[in-house]
């Protein structure tokens, strides 16, 4: 069975950094691709990130460049979101999302998501 | 970059009711679409992808339909598990925008 544990959210300042974990159980993690999505509360769903199977390729969504780092650790089996400079509107859920082979964007499995709240 | 608009935003519909929720693209993605479902504090669930092709183990009362701009997520008989938000979602290329979403509701 695919597992997919989120760890790392919490309260930040505006302005702060927050690194999120993903640890990924009963799949073979460095065949896939990963994302990770977001939802602000009571929102809808906003792509964040991917990165590729092997972590060579990364692709960000314009509101995060510049900002987050996504990164995998295939030895380990855990996928990172770096997330610098962060501003009340990054507050939401982060959902680990593991990728299609073929296309990247199908989620077929989701994490239980970890809450990150930006505020003073 | 390509924008998706679904509509409606929200419907009511009883037990058994056809419901049909359309999802435009501002640009053609040809077939690269997803539609998710997504119940109250859970994390989304994949239905459909390249448009009209079902995940194993979704029901067959679920159907996607549609290719360049103008898709469609079908449920022919509404059942009260299927009360949720659903997302459609580009899947071609980056970034994977999705729809704003539509809420289907208990009349």
């Known amino acids: 069975e695919v597992q997919l544990l989120e760890s790392g959210g919490g309260l930040v300042q505006p302005g702060g950094s927050l690194r999120l974990s993903c640890a990924a159980s009963g799949l073979m993690f460095s065949n896939y691709p990963m994302n990770w999505v977001r939802q602000a509360p009571g929102k809808g769903l906003e792509w964040v990130s991917v990165i590729s199977d092997s972590g060579r390729n990364t692709y960000y969504a314009d509101s995060v460049k510049g900002r987050f780092t996504i990164s995998r650790d295939n030895s380990k089996n855990t996928l990172y979101l770096q997330m610098n400079s962060l501003r009340a509107e990054d507050t939401a859920v982060y959902y680990c999302?593991?990728?299609?082979?073929?296309?990247?964007?199908?989620?077929?499995?989701w994490g239980q998501g970890t809450l990150v709240s930006v505020s003073s | 970059d390509i924008q998706m608009t679904q509509s409606p935003s929200s419907l009511s519909a009883s037990i058994g009711d056809r419901v049909t929720i359309t999802c435009r693209a501002s640009q053609s993605i040809t077939n690269n679409l997803n539609w998710y479902q997504q119940k109250p504090g859970k994390a989304p669930n994949l239905l459909i992808y390249s448009a009209s092709t079902l995940l194993s183990g979704v029901p067959s009362r679920f159907s996607g339909s549609g290719s360049g701009t103008d898709f469609t997520l079908t449920i022919s008989s509404l059942q009260p598990e299927d009360f949720a938000t659903y997302y459609c979602q580009r899947s071609s290329l980056v970034p994977y925008t999705f729809g704003q979403g539509t809420k289907v509701e208990i009349k």
């Open positions: 999302v593991k990728g299609g082979r073929s296309n990247w964007a199908e989620c077929d499995f």
